[in-house]
């Protein structure tokens, strides 16, 4: 179970890694051709741990997950199977998802 809110700015309340490294991926992305679907970044806050859920390109590609130092955690979903790479820590409490960023260009 998850909770979805929207958060329509980042905010130096986030953790100036977290902040600094994602704003980096964002130009990243920014710099390269839109993708189907748009790419997103967010935010999951459960069991008193932050981390950032990336979005990929269609189809059969891993979503990555991020955790706050911005080191590579997982791919929860996704993939030929869509079921990630089975990495994953097992989350116990209810996952609050919050979009931190969406590509706003058009694809």
């Keep these: 179970m998850f909770v979805v809110s929207y958060l329509p700015t980042m905010t130096s309340c986030e953790g100036n890694k977290a902040l600094s490294c994602f704003n980096a991926k964002i130009n990243e992305i920014k710099q390269t051709e ?59 409490g209810v996952i609050e998802k919050t979009l931190f960023w969406k590509d706003p260009r058009t694809n």
Excluded: H, M
């Excluded at 997950?65 to 097992?90: F, K, M, Q």
């Design 34 to 92: 839109v993708t189907n679907p748009l790419t997103e970044v967010w935010k999951w806050v459960v069991d008193g741990k932050t981390y950032y859920y990336l979005t990929s390109e269609c189809c059969d590609q891993f979503n990555f997950l991020y955790n706050e130092n911005c080191e590579l955690v997982c791919a929860p979903d996704g993939g030929i199977s869509g079921n990630g790479d089975r990495s994953c820590p097992e989350f116990i």
